[in-house]
Nanobody, 121 residues
Framework: QVQLVNSGGGLVQAGGSLKLSCAVS????????MGWYRQAPGNQRELVAN???????NYKDSVKGRITISRDNAKNTVYLQMSSLKPEDTAVYYC???????????????WGQGTQVTVSS
């Protein structure tokens, strides 16, 4: 069984910073893409950033220069460092991890439980 555990999030004033983390545990053979998505009320879930096992990154245009995704392969953890936060960044943030589990479990595509980020003006 493979599980994701989120931490971070909370309330911050505009211009502030927050760091999210998402740790993967279980019987893992490999982790491929790790990413962060967000969903604001009334909106669809959207990609914020993702990172491949080789370290290639992809960002939503509106967060470039303000948000950085990174991963620690030794800890099976992905991070989202958010700076210069704006009220429009307010959303529930979800991590997403794609990989392969050992044994019969095979490929997985898992979502974290979501963490609220609220940016006040």
């Amino acid at each position: 069984q493979v599980q994701l555990v989120n931490s971070g999030g909370g309330l911050v004033q505009a211009g502030g910073s927050l760091k999210l983390s998402c740790a993967v545990s279980g019987n893992i053979a490999s982790i491929n893409v790790m990413g962060w998505y967000r969903q604001a009320p009334g909106n669809q879930r959207e990609l914020v950033a993702n990172i491949t096992s080789g370290g290639s990154t992809n960002y939503k245009d509106s967060v470039k220069g303000r948000i950085t995704i990174s991963r620690d392969n030794a800890k099976n953890t992905v991070y989202l460092q958010m700076s210069s936060l704006k009220p429009e960044d307010t959303a529930v943030y979800y991590c997403n991890v794609q990989g392969v589990a050992r044994g019969y479990l095979g490929p997985f595509n898992l979502w974290g439980q979501g963490t609220q980020v609220t940016v006040s003006s």
